[in-house]
């Protein structure tokens, strides 16, 4: 079974603050996905990572995929109180469609 | 589009009852998938389904659970007895599989309290 932890599980900022959110895994995944979820609603993706030790980048939040394509991390710069949310990662296993999601990362941006 | 549709949004029953969960996935997609979140264990992935026919199951909890998808725009998960224990929000995703990484699109979810 592949396991992804997320950490920290919660998270209280004040708006301005920069931020990272790790999600470590012992299985290799084909590919990576951030999903950010609002309360009563589901996930929405964010981005797909593919090729280990990439990083993209959107608008303030960088994310990189580990070397080994075991990890991942999530950076936020300058947080907003939109970026309030719960924070999942997601992994693919390689010739898989199914997705194992992440333990989550609950974030709050206070303004 | 309408995005995926989930009905209902809340359900409230009694110990012993049946509930079904219904998911319209998102016109064209070929895979749908069904989720159960909890604050205990995240998102789990319970079944998933691609051209209609189910691929992996291996996450539906035990005989009670049961999923059907009769036709590519309707999938239903049903409960039957119900136990305080599913209380959840059950979410149903659907993706279009045309490469390798796929994006699922989430339903708002429908948020189940077995009594």
């Known amino acids: 079974t592949q396991l992804l932890e997320q950490s920290p599980q919660f998270l209280s900022i004040q708006e301005g603050e920069n931020l990272t959110v790790y999600c470590n895994s012992s299985?290799?995944?084909?590919?990576l996905q951030w999903y950010r979820q609002e309360p009563g609603e589901g996930p929405v993706l964010l981005v797909t990572?593919?090729?280990?030790?990439e990083v993209k980048k959107l608008k303030r939040l960088t994310f990189q995929f580990g070397d080994a394509r075991k990890d991942s991390s999530l950076h936020i710069t300058a947080a907003q109180p939109g970026d309030t949310g719960l924070y999942l990662c997601?992994?693919?296993?390689?010739?898989?469609?199914?997705?194992?999601f992440g333990s989550g990362t609950r974030l709050q941006v206070q303004p | 589009d309408a995005g995926v549709i989930q009905s209902p949004r809340h359900e409230v029953t009694e110990m012993g009852q049946e509930v079904t969960l219904r998911c319209k996935p998102i016109?064209?997609?070929?895979?749908l998938f069904w989720y159960r979140q909890t604050m205990m264990r995240g998102l789990e992935l319970l079944i998933y389904?691609?051209?209609?026919?189910?691929?992996?199951d291996s996450g539906m909890p035990e005989d009670r659970f049961s999923a059907k998808m009769p036709n590519a725009s309707f999938s239903t998960l049903k409960i039957q007895p119900s136990e305080p224990r599913d209380s959840a929000v059950y979410f149903c995703?659907?993706?279009?599989?045309?490469?390798?990484?796929?994006?699922?699109?989430f339903g708002p979810g429908t948020r189940l309290t077995v009594l």
């Open positions: 995703a659907s993706t279009e599989t045309s490469g390798s990484f796929d994006e699922q699109f």
């Open positions: 299985s290799v995944f084909s590919s």
């Open positions: 990572v593919v090729t280990g030790g």
């Open positions: 997601a992994g693919a296993g390689t010739g898989r469609r199914a997705l194992t």
């Open positions: 016109s064209g997609h070929n895979s």
């Open positions: 389904f691609n051209n209609n026919v189910p691929i992996d």
